[in-house]
């Protein structure tokens, strides 16, 4: 009895890799500085400074907010009683634009994984987490 050897070919599926948001390096106006966290809640203030020191820019759609559309925005809005353009830009939770003065003492710079969630028009791009900012 002799011994014979049969050769299969085993056609390769490549399976494409899930790709993950990267953030946006920033415009003219505004760099990326990093992932900073919303103070608690009980404190009554946001990242970007107390009640009337920040806009939320209105969209017509917050389903379509990317990077660059929510730093031009905060870039033309000029501040309250005219003190000129904003300090800050900060994109939260995929859809969330926010423009401000100043950075509450409560928040704090955390690491990066805290911010990736994919932005509500552009899915390749980070737009911060949930009660997360990537500030700008």
Known sequence: ISASTVEIEVPSITIPSATS??????DDTFLLIGCFNEPPAISSTRALGATGSYLTPIFASQDALTVPLCLEA???????NSTGPY?????E??????CGLTLSL????????Y?????????????????Y????
């Not at 948001?21 to 920033?26: F, I, L």
């Not at 939770?93 to 926010?98: D, Q, V």
């Open 74 to 80: 905060c870039g033309v809005a000029l501040a309250p």
């Open 106 to 113: 409560l928040s704090k710079p955390v690491t990066e994984g």
């Open 115 to 131: 911010c990736a969630s994919p932005c509500a028009a552009d899915s390749t791009t980070i737009c911060g987490g949930y009660g």
């Open 21 to 26: 948001p990267t953030p946006v390096p920033g």
């Open 93 to 98: 939770n995929s859809r969330e634009c926010y």
């Open 87 to 91: 300090t800050y830009a900060g994109v």
């Open 133 to 136: 900012l990537s500030l700008y």
